[in-house]
């Protein structure tokens, strides 16, 4: 709402093709509150035919093209079905030359990936913290709003009492003392036992620090691409996530070619705890800051195992 303001000429929004639902229906959302219809004003940019991740040209390449039109470019950070790691900088760069707002959700970048959003000059962005952040279901999300922009006071916005400076915020006059930058966003308070455990999750990341943290994600998920390449065919196991390491995070997906139902539930069984993304990916994520190495050699032994039993 704050920052997808359509005029007549520059009403579209761009996001990726399969987005995560719930990105894709906000989107919509905000397209049909303004009155106008997705089917004209939604763009999307997906891979090319055979392909699994989005090439960063075809990305420019549609904002070169349409960018007097696009609004907003509204992202992921990190695709939350093959684990692409987005340009960020480069995508932001080339949108705002053509004039458009750019968002991102980060849903699965906060504390996968080191982020620099206001040195890559990002208008926006969002995320959640039940995932790399360790908050647990329900937790708090997360925005970014840039220092350009925080003054700006007059965007429209949804406001709640805690979007209210909390110097003047009980003084009750029903007069707007809004907060400046994302401050100004937030709506209410939250819940205790949400911040405290997310709380305890941070103090963990400032201690480990996230540059050190991505440099032993490299090193893992690494290992782990190259054991799933020298004990499995492709006819039995497809890695579609990027091969270069800095164009993905910890995660790998995995397309498994052969009774993927049953592959899936041995490793479940077995206390592998990955995710499952129907008809046949498996999303396989060790994660820096808690798993081991054993832990990625022993994912791979359980999943010899399920193989074995076809």
């Not at 006059?173 to 308070?189: C, H, P, R, V």
Request: some cysteine; proline content about 4%; hydrophobic content about 40%.
């Amino acid at each position: 709402m704050a920052f997808y303001r359509p005029t007549e000429k520059r009403n579209k929004i761009l996001i990726e093709k399969k987005a995560f639902p719930s990105d894709h229906y906000a989107m919509e959302s905000q397209i049909r509150l303004k009155g106008l219809d997705p089917d004209e004003c939604l763009l999307t940019v997906g891979p090319r035919e055979g392909e699994h991740t989005v090439r960063t040209s075809d990305i420019l390449d549609i904002i070169e093209k349409n960018g007097d039109s696009i609004a907003v470019v509204a992202l992921s950070g990190v695709q939350y079905y093959t684990g692409q790691l987005f340009d960020i900088e480069t995508i932001t760069s080339a949108a705002h030359k053509k004039g458009c707002m750019v968002g991102w959700d980060l849903a699965h970048a906060t504390g996968n990936v080191p982020l620099k959003l206001h040195d890559w000059d990002v208008d926006f962005a969002c995320w959640c913290t039940y995932k790399y952040l360790n908050s647990g279901p329900g937790g708090i999300a997360g925005i970014f709003v840039h220092q350009k922009h925080a003054t700006d006071l007059d965007r429209p916005r949804m406001t709640g009492w805690w979007s209210h400076k909390v110097g003047t915020r009980f003084e009750m006059t029903n007069k707007m003392d809004l907060n400046e930058g994302a401050a100004g966003f937030e709506i209410s308070n939250p819940c205790i036992l949400a911040s405290a455990s997310l709380l305890g999750s941070l103090e963990i990341f400032e201690r480990a620090g996230m540059y050190a943290l991505r440099e032993k994600s490299l090193a893992m998920t690494a290992y782990l691409e190259f054991l799933i390449k020298h004990n499995f065919s492709e006819s039995e196991v497809e890695i579609i996530t990027p091969e270069n390491p800095d164009k993905r995070g910890c995660q790998l997906s995995l397309l498994i070619k052969q009774d993927f139902d049953s592959v899936f539930e041995h490793l479940m069984s077995n206390g592998v705890i990955c995710d499952e993304r129907k008809p046949d990916c498996i999303r396989v994520a060790p994660v820096p800051l808690y798993n081991t190495y054993q832990d990625v050699w022993r994912f791979i032994e359980v999943l010899k195992v399920a193989f074995s039993k076809q």
